[in-house]
């Protein structure tokens, strides 16, 4: 048995919180039931409380509002509209229940359902919000009368989405400490540790061991001039930066990530992933082929997956497949392509756009933790290598002073 924190409606739209013991979620979705509620959010405490400790990183709600709100929100949606509740109605509950970097969003969705706009064209006009694949999903629910039933594959898509993307954050978190802490431990090493040895030798009449005298002059070329290496290296940042706002520029890079060694290969998986898990969730959803190809194109991030969609848009315009432009532009592993092609065929298209989905986000997953399983020890080994060479080199000095006559 274990507690589950939930937060539930009853039919007259009043929200009631607590928590309650259960063997699983479904334990508790069916005990409120049988209470008269709508069950609206039910996670473990710790998760709840985890969302309540996100720190927003901007100041403006528009910037604040982040993957796990947006699921909670459509989650919340889809449980009152099952509940049989006129829309304005939930959006006026869920106005409540946002917390407040969502809320404004959701009172302006209220305010123009009100005024009789369509709820897509209110998500619409929120698009650093909303994302253009959200509001087409919602915008083919309204049109077939299914917007319960398309919340539902959004709920999916974005439990999915973002259940892979913690997985890679928290596979690469242990890497990215390391590589810091090495990096700032070198950065004391060679800029306080190194100069202080220097004081000791300054006097010494005798040449030094070649190996500590490179370490002293790069710690006292560091110590002096470190600063300029630092505006170069943030003048490169920004300067590839505004580079890569060049559209072509930015293809050509998109292009050699790509074709990288190992990570090219694991960011062609998540790509691959991500197009089938987006193309699954607008079929699903009701928008026709053509509009989410176009809706896929606009959310990937990398132009050269991008253009590869363009070009799948142009054929099946034209009334061909889709797996030939797409095995053109070689960006997609072959496996995904066989299982596109099959699903062509047999007209199963969304269950196998959903299975290639599936396979690679498992694939993703097992590739970062292999990467991340050989990167630990290569990285230890590196910090220690160097730390190792930096000290003998040092002590290898102070003796050679012992070797002086007085």
């Known amino acids: 048995m274990a507690f589950f924190q939930y937060r539930a409606a009853d039919h007259a739209g009043k929200i009631i919180e607590g928590v309650m013991e259960a063997e699983a979620e479904r334990g508790v979705v069916s005990r409120l039931h049988e209470l008269g509620f709508v069950p609206l959010r039910i996670a473990a405490p710790d998760e709840i409380t985890r969302t309540k400790l996100q720190i927003p990183w901007a100041l403006s709600f528009r910037k604040k509002v982040t993957q796990q709100q947006i699921l909670h929100f459509t989650q919340e949606l889809n449980a009152l509209l099952g509940a049989g509740l006129p829309l304005d109605r939930n959006l006026s509950i869920l106005a409540n229940l946002a917390e407040k970097d969502f809320q404004q969003v959701v009172r302006l969705l209220l305010e123009g359902v009100r005024a009789g706009k369509s709820l897509a064209a209110c998500m ?3 698009p650093e919000v909303f994302p253009k694949l959200y509001v087409n999903m919602v915008r083919a629910g309204e049109s077939g009368g299914i917007l319960e039933g398309v919340l ?5 898509y974005l439990e999915r989405s973002l259940q892979l993307k913690e997985d890679i954050q928290s596979a690469l978190t242990y890497p990215v400490l390391l590589v810091t802490a090495s990096g700032l431990s070198l950065t004391i090493l060679f800029i306080y540790v190194i100069p202080k040895f220097s004081l000791i030798f300054k006097d010494v009449n005798q040449a030094l061991p070649w190996m500590a005298k490179i370490l002293i002059d790069f710690s006292y070329g560091l110590s002096r001039y470190g600063w300029i290496a630092l505006l170069l290296l943030i003048g490169g940042f920004f300067g590839g930066a505004f580079y890569l ?27 691959a992933a991500r197009f089938a898990r987006t193309l699954a969730a607008l079929l699903k959803g009701g928008v026709p082929l053509l509009e989410a190809l176009g809706t896929v194109q606009g959310v990937v991030g990398n132009r050269q997956v991008a253009r590869a969609i363009g070009q799948v ?15 053109e532009s070689g960006v997609f592993p072959d496996l995904a392509l066989q299982m596109i092609a099959v699903g062509e065929e047999t007209g ?21 933790k292999r990467l991340t399983s ?27 002073i012992n070797d002086l006559p007085f």
């Open 348 to 368: 199963r298209l969304e269950g196998m756009l959903a299975n290639v989905a599936d396979y690679y986000d498992q694939e993703v997953k097992r590739a970062t």
């Open 245 to 271: 706002r060049n559209p072509e520029a930015r293809l050509q890079w998109d292009s050699w990530r790509l074709n990288l060694w190992v990570l090219g290969d694991l960011l062609r998986k998540l790509e």
């Open 152 to 156: 539902r594959h959004l709920v999916e």
């Open 313 to 327: 848009q142009s054929r099946v315009r034209e009334g061909k497949g889709m797996v030939g432009p797409l095995a």
């Open 374 to 400: 050989l990167l630990e020890p290569v990285l230890i080994l590196g910090m220690g290598l160097v730390i190792g060479v930096v000290v003998i080199s040092m002590l290898t000095a102070i003796f050679s």
């Open 124 to 126: 619409a006009e929120h």
